[in-house]
C-alpha cells in the first residue's frame, strides 16, 4: 500500500480516477483492504469483487503438492510439464481456459483499475495486455510482492 501510495503520488494520479477490483477470495479480499489502508484509502472496504479474477482451478489435483502429484499421477505431470498451456487437470482448468475466462474482464475495465487477484491470472491478464504466445503467458514470472502497472503499451513493476 506504501508503494501504491507513493506510485500515486510520484506519477501525480488521483487515486479517486482508478476503480478497484479484488478476486472474490478471502485472501485477496484481505490484500486489498491492507493495501487501501496502507496507502490512506478510505474507505477500505471500497472496491468490487469479480469472480472471473478467481485462481485458476487445479480440480482435483487442489492441496496437492507438485512433488505428492510426481508419485500418484506422474504421466500428468510430465503431461502438464509438456504443455503448461493446454493441459486440464481432473476437474480443473488450463491456463486456456483461463485466459478465456479473464478476457472478457479485462474488455470491461473502462477506467484505470487496480485489481488483487492470483499469480495464474496475473499471468493471462498480462499476456493479453502484452500479446504474448500462450507458452510464454504459462511461463510469465510473477513476483507476489509487487504491482505490475500497465499503461501506454509498457509494463513496469512497482
Known amino acids: 500500500g506504501r508503494v501504491l501510495a507513493d506510485w500515486f503520488k510520484e506519477a501525480e494520479r488521483n487515486p479517486g480516477a482508478f476503480d478497484f477490483v479484488s478476486s472474490p477470495l478471502q485472501r485477496c479480499q484481505h490484500t486489498m483492504r ?3 489502508t496502507a496507502a490512506g484509502l478510505e474507505p477500505i472496504d471500497a472496491y468490487a469483487t469479480d469472480p472471473r479474477l478467481i485462481e485458476i482451478t487445479f480440480g482435483d489435483w487442489e492441496g496437492s503438492t ?37 478476457a472478457p474482464w479485462l474488455k470491461s475495465i473502462e477506467r484505470p483499475t487496480i485489481a488483487v487477484s492470483h499469480g495464474g491470472v496475473h499471468r493471462a491478464v ?9 507458452q510464454e503467458i504459462a511461463a510469465l514470472d510473477v513476483p507476489q510482492d509487487r504491482f505490475y502497472v500497465f499503461e501506454s503499451g509498457q509494463g513496469l513493476w512497482l
Open 126 to 134: 498480462r499476456g493479453l495486455l502484452m500479446g504474448l504466445e500462450k
Open 66 to 102: 507438485l512433488q505428492e502429484l510426481e508419485q500418484t499421477s506422474p504421466q500428468a505431470v510430465a503431461a502438464r510439464v509438456a504443455d503448461k498451456w493446454g493441459f486440464r487437470p481432473p476437474n480443473g482448468e488450463s491456463y486456456h481456459d483461463l485466459t478465456q475466462r479473464v
Open 34 to 36: 491492507l493495501v487501501r
